[in-house]
């Protein structure tokens, strides 16, 4: 089973679920918990409990991301970092 990006994704991985099927624009449709997937298959494999609660989502491994990928993808981006002189109020 492997993420996206190619990163083996297990059981109890923290994810970011996309949709759309690879189609334009990003949907993210869910942050959670992957959870009752099975080796040998990255299509309608497996669940995401919702971090914040709510529905459990069904996942495809293929169109999930690790969510420490995701963060370093940010980061990458330049993204992690306030603009200079926004106050937080």
Known sequence: MHYRNGREAKNGDKVVSLAGYGSAPVNINGIGILFDAVAGNDYCNGSVAPILGG???????????????????????GL??????????
């Open 80 to 89: 992690h970092k306030r603009l200079d002189g926004k106050s937080s109020n």
């Open 55 to 77: 529905n459990v989502i069904s996942a495809c491994i293929c169109d999930c991301l690790h969510l420490d990928d995701v963060a370093a993808l940010i980061v990458d981006a």
